[in-house]
């Protein structure tokens, strides 16, 4: 019952970022946010393993990588996927979805006041994305560097962006910036029953400790 408690807390905590005003109004304002992405945000704090970042570089640690809709519409799903399997990360869920507007928007809700939101939102909700969980040792400070600058022109070669990608407008693919945007970001797209926990037969190939 307290973890549930947490995960409401950490929802509604979502909603006062994007809205002001008095008390009664942030909570009736809460109360909706929460009702429209319900479907979207589940109890995830309950289960042994679900989050399991103990610190960072946690063996355990969980990042949020999706393909955007100028990945999906290239085709470039599967070589994106190849990347973070052959690194030695473990896919732990996966997903595609068009995304509706609320989820975007809870998601980019740091950037709202940007000039390039209402685009952003609008080309992110334009197609299909495949959305994915990866767990693995250091794996959001590693991914980010997988998948390069959020400027193609500036990512280096050999990144996603820096290989697949020209502009900053159509950058192929998001990747969680910390370990507390990836836990806000695994809860907001999936709920627990949709992460599976695994073991790799090949884990005392990747680390040993
Ligand atoms: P941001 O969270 O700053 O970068 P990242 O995806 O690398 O974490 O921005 C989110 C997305 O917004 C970014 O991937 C592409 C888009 N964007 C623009 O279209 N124009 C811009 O000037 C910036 C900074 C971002």
């Given at each position: 019952?307290v973890l549930?408690q947490?995960c409401l807390?950490?929802t509604?905590?979502?909603g ?11 909570k009736v304002?809460?109360m909706?946010a929460w009702?429209?992405i319900?479907?979207?945000y589940?109890s995830c704090?309950v289960?042994a393993?679900?989050?399991g970042t ?9 990042t949020?990588i999706?393909?955007?809709?100028d990945?999906v519409?290239r085709?470039?799903?599967?070589q994106?996927?190849?990347?973070f399997?052959?690194?030695g ?15 975007l928007?809870?998601h980019?809700?740091?950037l709202?006041?940007k000039?390039f939101?209402?685009s952003?939102l609008r080309?992110?909700?334009s197609?299909?994305?495949?959305v ?6 250091n794996?959001?400070s590693?991914?980010?560097?997988m998948?390069?600058d959020?400027?193609p022109?500036e ?6 962006r ?23 970001e ?10 599976t926990d695994?073991d790799c ?5 990747t680390f040993?400790?």
């Amino acid at each position: 019952m307290v973890l549930f408690q947490r995960c409401l807390t950490r929802t509604f905590s979502l909603g006062q970022r994007k809205l002001s005003g008095s008390p009664q109004q942030e909570k009736v304002a809460n109360m909706q946010a929460w009702a429209s992405i319900r479907p979207h945000y589940q109890s995830c704090w309950v289960g042994a393993r679900s989050y399991g970042t103990e610190g960072a570089g946690g063996l355990s640690e969980r990042t949020l990588i999706a393909v955007k809709p100028d990945g999906v519409q290239r085709r470039l799903v599967g070589q994106i996927i190849q990347r973070f399997e052959k690194r030695g990360f473990k896919l732990v869920g996966l997903k595609m979805l068009k995304a509706p507007e609320e989820l975007l928007s809870q998601h980019y809700h740091d950037l709202s006041k940007k000039p390039f939101y209402p685009s952003l939102l609008r080309y992110m909700g334009s197609g299909p994305l495949v959305v994915m969980v990866w767990e693995g040792y250091n794996v959001v400070s590693t991914s980010r560097k997988m998948v390069g600058d959020t400027n193609p022109a500036e990512a280096p070669p050999g990144s996603i962006r820096g290989d697949f990608s020209i502009h900053i407008s159509r950058n192929v693919v998001h990747a969680s910036d910390s370990l507390d945007g990836a836990q806000r970001e695994i809860q907001l797209w999936f709920n627990c029953k949709e992460l599976t926990d695994w073991d790799c037969h090949d884990q005392s190939s990747t680390f040993h400790l």
